[in-house]
């Protein structure tokens, strides 16, 4: 098949992306596809052949990424591009799009998450990965994500939401004054735990809201629950083994402990070391947020297991990482399925999807 894979973009979690991107490209042209590697931001600038064959790139246009300690200079990736315009698609983006027989799309965070490129790819008939994009854009709301939750019966953390588009300082004051503590304060549409801060004295509050008030509109702030943490996968209709992930030690699991290994990672024990009942419970919860939001495909949920062995839902990732070494591919090679088939798999479950 021919297969575009959309990567990086200018959100948070380009650099995340820009790692899915390249190895599911690599993954999916060692099983024989014509899959080729897209930057929805840059789009195709440095291709200067017929579109129509691009699909022949003899290295699908993958090149060599990591993972950076820090979130990307998105000013400075702005900057680069050559296509001088308010527009949020590199040059001829959709129009390969439009070629290809499927999308897989290996975006994360604003305008691959949150229901964007969905909208657009179904207007133009063009089959892509994962869910619609209405389901992902009330995953990616963490408030319209909570409020599925409660109507879903799913247990979730209290929480209020706030706006900050117009506060003042003595507002934010005012707001600091109704926020009981501990708490996790949180951008509500980020994503690879940016814009997630866990306050348990007042001065970290009043920081955290200063941080989230100079670059974001909407946050939720949400009652702290200490306990174990676990993330879910489902796929296929099916939740599929827990993981547990241990933060290093006297850290949390943010943007560092996510992606980068040895002391400074997290670990993550798959299959999760669980009774058989909380195995259960975490799985059912899984499957019915992954329902409520009517995702498709593929899906993984966070958990924090307190101590009273209660499940507290945190949120939902419609399209999360898949690197090789991904919470995902890691869960599905329990399942039998090696990388490069669980990305082939997801193509193939897409497109019936869709079809249907």
Same mark, same amino acid.
């Given at each position: 098949m021919k297969i575009v894979v959309l990567g990086g973009g200018i959100s948070t979690e380009r650099h995340v992306s820009l790692v899915t991107a390249t190895s599911v490209c690599k993954a999916l042209r060692s099983l024989g596809h014509k899959a080729i590697f897209v930057d929805i931001f840059l789009g195709l600038e440095k291709y200067t052949g017929e579109l129509e064959n691009a699909f022949d790139a003899p290295d699908g246009f993958c090149g060599n990424v990591a993972i950076e300690h820090t979130a990307p200079n998105l000013d400075a990736v702005i900057a680069s591009r050559e296509l001088k315009s308010a527009s949020r698609l590199g040059k001829n983006v959709l129009e390969i799009c439009q070629l290809a027989d499927c999308v897989f799309l290996g975006l994360h965070g604003a305008d691959g998450e949150d229901g964007k490129i969905q909208a657009a790819l179904d207007l133009l008939g063009v089959p892509y990965t994962g869910s619609g994009p209405l389901?992902?854009?009330?995953?990616?709301?963490? #408030?319209?994500? @909570?409020?599925?939750?409660? &109507? &879903?019966?799913?247990?979730?953390?209290?929480?209020? =939401? %706030?706006?900050? #588009? #117009?506060?003042?300082?003595? @507002?934010? #004051?005012?707001?600091? =004054?109704?926020?009981?503590?501990?708490?996790?304060?949180?951008?509500?549409?980020?994503?690879? /735990?940016?814009?997630?801060?866990?306050?348990?004295?007042?001065?970290?509050?009043?920081?955290?809201l200063k941080e989230c008030a100079e670059r974001h509109a909407r946050i939720i702030v949400e009652q702290k629950i200490t306990g174990r943490e676990f993330t879910?996968?489902?796929?296929?209709? $099916? &939740?599929?083994?827990?993981?547990?992930?241990?933060?290093?030690?006297?850290?949390?699991?943010?943007?560092?402990? $996510?992606?980068?290994?040895?002391?400074?990672?997290?670990?993550?024990?798959?299959?999760? !070391?669980?009774?058989?009942?909380?195995?259960?419970?975490?799985?059912?919860?899984?499957?019915? %947020?992954?329902?409520?939001? *009517?995702?498709?495909?593929? /899906?993984?949920? !966070?958990?924090?297991?307190?101590?009273?062995?209660? &499940?507290?839902?945190?949120?939902?990732?419609?399209?999360? *990482?898949?690197?090789?070494?991904s919470l995902i591919p890691r869960a599905a090679r329990l399942e039998g399925l090696d990388y490069a088939r669980l990305c082939e798999r997801i193509v193939e479950l897409s497109m019936k999807e869709k079809r249907g």
């Open positions: 389901g992902s854009a009330m995953a990616m709301d963490k #408030s319209a994500a @909570k409020k599925i939750m409660t &109507a &879903a019966g799913i247990p979730t953390p209290a929480y209020k =939401e %706030f706006d900050l #588009s #117009s506060v003042d300082n003595r @507002k934010l #004051s005012e707001m600091e =004054e109704t926020i009981e503590l501990p708490c996790v304060v949180k951008v509500v549409n980020g994503g690879s /735990s940016i814009g997630v801060y866990i306050c348990d004295e007042s001065s970290q509050v009043h920081e955290a879910v996968p489902v796929l296929d209709g $099916k &939740a599929i083994s827990p993981i547990e992930i241990i933060p290093p030690e006297g850290g949390s699991f943010d943007y560092v402990a $996510k992606y980068q290994s040895g002391s400074e990672g997290a670990r993550e024990i798959c299959p999760a !070391d669980i009774t058989p009942d909380e195995e259960v419970l975490l799985k059912t919860l899984a499957l019915r %947020f992954h329902e409520a939001l *009517g995702l498709a495909v593929y /899906s993984r949920t !966070d958990f924090i297991l307190d101590k009273n062995g209660e &499940a507290w839902c945190l949120e939902v990732n419609t399209l999360p *990482g898949m690197t090789p070494n």
